[in-house]
């Protein structure tokens, strides 16, 4: 059973620009976009790093997975997702439920002379 997507209420936005500090192998600070957001962290596409760094960003694919609060906006995207308000919660309720007469008495015909087989 695949789990439901979690509600952005961070700050981040897929597209913004922002800066990493530094961990792990890096010896500098990093700077790129906001790739993936998850619960209390965010997977950045690294794009302007020192150049020592180059080996390490290259091991990592030029991403990293940083702590939302190590990260730093640099420049928001313009175009950022829709986040759902309240009242769109209460039009998703609505739509969970199923409309009445799905099944036509056609497909219903159907299922049980498949059974019967």
């Known amino acids: 059973m695949a789990k439901e ?11 913004d620009y922002v800066s990493g500090k530094k ?30 760094d180059t080996a390490t960003v290259n091991e990592y694919n030029q991403r990293a997975v940083v702590r939302m609060s190590d990260a730093q ?15 769109e919660d209460d039009d998703e309720k609505e739509e969970e439920e199923a409309p009445a007469g799905i099944l036509d008495d056609d497909d219903e015909e159907e299922t049980e002379t498949e059974e019967e087989n």
């Open 73 to 87: 906006i640099l420049k928001k995207t313009d175009n950022p997702a829709p986040r759902p308000s309240d009242d």
């Open 23 to 52: 961990f792990a192998n890096f010896e500098h600070d990093f700077a790129g976009i906001v790739e993936k957001i998850y619960e209390h962290s965010i997977m950045i596409l690294i794009t302007d790093f020192d150049p020592e």
């Open 5 to 15: 997507p979690i509600e952005n209420t961070s700050e981040f936005d897929i597209g």
